[in-house]
Structure formats: C-alpha cells, structure tokens
T-cell receptor
C-alpha cells in the first residue's frame, strides 16, 4: 500500500486562486520531505526541501513567496501555490522516506489554472 | 553538481524480448542510484536501488540493473518484457554523503509491443 499520500489528485481553478496541496507520510515520521514539479513529457525538478519545524530550503529560481511550504508535523507537509496563474499549471509530486530507505512518492497533483 | 543522462527518449521492444534502458550518472561522492517507474498521471514507483555491494541489483517486477563504476552507468534490464511494463522510467542519483533529494534523468518511455 501507499506510504506517502498526496491530496488532492487534481485541481482546476481560476487565475488568482491559492491552492494547497498536502503530502502525508502514512506509516513513518518524516523530518524531511521533498517537493518536485514535472512539466509535460519532462523530468522531475526539485523545487524545495521541506524541513519539519524549520524553514523550507528552496532551489535556485523557485520563488519562496509563490510556493509556500509548511512542515508543521512529522507526517505532513503542505505546498501552497499562492495567487496561481496559468504558468503555474503543472504536475506537483512530493516524496518522503526514512533516512536509510528510498524515497517514496505521492501520486501527484495535477494543477490546472484557467 | 550531480546529473543523470538517459540518452533514449523511447525504447521499443517486442513482448518476450529482453529490454535495456540506459542511464549514466555524474556525482562527486559515492553514488546512490535508483530506478523509478511512472504510469500516466501517477507518482513514481520505486523499482530498485544501488548503494553498495553487488553490482547487479535485483528489484521489483523482474527488473534488474547493473552498476558499472568505470563507465558510470546503471542500466535497467529485464530478461523478458511484458506489455504491462510499458511506462515512463526514470533513473535518479544522489550523493551518498549529501542531502537525500534526488536528481532525475529526463526519463525513457518504454513501449512493449504485443
């Protein structure tokens, strides 16, 4: 069964809306989670590292005020796309894993901004 | 900086034939190497990993991969392909001494024909 749950699986909303995506580790505690973005027919690009109890670490070129990350507990990280615009439309995927284990990925969230 | 190259955008193979999906990597420290598979509109499923030990790694669904340090390669193989193996395959690497975020290759679409 899934060890990382991501919700929602699909979001369609109007431009200017803020969208929150949740990533939960189901049977382990994750001090670190990762958020990736995948454009159509392209690879996954790391956006940020979500750190429990502290600020997220963003990759170069990723706007931290645009993509707000909160990791308030050991089993939940959220990514909020603020004031979303059509160019933010993408497939967002989170991952988490125990320190010595491979990362497990959520099923992704397809975000479509009209 | 670490990187992964998957030179083939697509691999076509007939059902029952052996398949190979190529991957080469570049990393500064000891490589941790992974293969993941992605089905449409889904997250990534872990197939196998190499961290240390035998160069031939066996994973899920009959897949295996061979770590070749001199050629910095980690090709994915399966002796007999199934139509259900058709999917998008990603090779990924991380530095064993660094952060756990993965760097992905561009992906290879495997098409198995009946």
């Amino acid at each position: 069964g899934a060890v990382v749950s991501q919700h929602p699986s699909r979001v369609i909303c109007k431009s200017g809306t803020s969208v929150k995506i949740e990533c939960r580790s189901l049977d382990f505690q994750a001090t670190t989670m990762f958020w990736y973005r995948q454009f159509p027919k392209q690879s996954l690009m790391l956006m940020a590292t979500s750190n429990e109890g502290s600020k997220a670490t963003y990759e170069q070129g990723v706007e931290k005020d645009k993509f707000l990350i909160n990791h308030a507990s050991l089993t939940l990280s959220t990514l909020t796309v603020t004031s979303a615009h059509p160019e933010d439309s993408s497939f967002y995927i989170c991952s988490a894993g125990r320190e010595d284990q491979p990362q497990h990925f959520g099923d992704g969230t397809r975000l479509s901004i009209l | 900086a670490q990187s992964v190259a998957q030179p083939e955008d697509q691999v076509n193979v007939a059902e029952g034939n052996p398949l190979t999906v190529k991957c080469t990597y570049s990393v500064s420290g000891n490589p941790y190497l992974f293969w993941y598979v992605q089905y449409p509109n889904r997250g990534l499923q872990f197939l196998l990993k190499y961290i240390t030990g035998d160069n031939l790694v066996k994973g899920s669904y009959g897949f295996e991969a061979e770590f070749n340090k001199s050629q910095t390669s980690f090709h994915l193989k399966k002796p007999s392909a199934l139509v259900s193996d058709s999917a998008l395959y990603f090779c990924a690497v991380r530095d064993g001494t660094g952060r756990r975020a993965l760097t992905f290759g561009s992906g290879t679409r495997l098409q198995v024909q009946p």
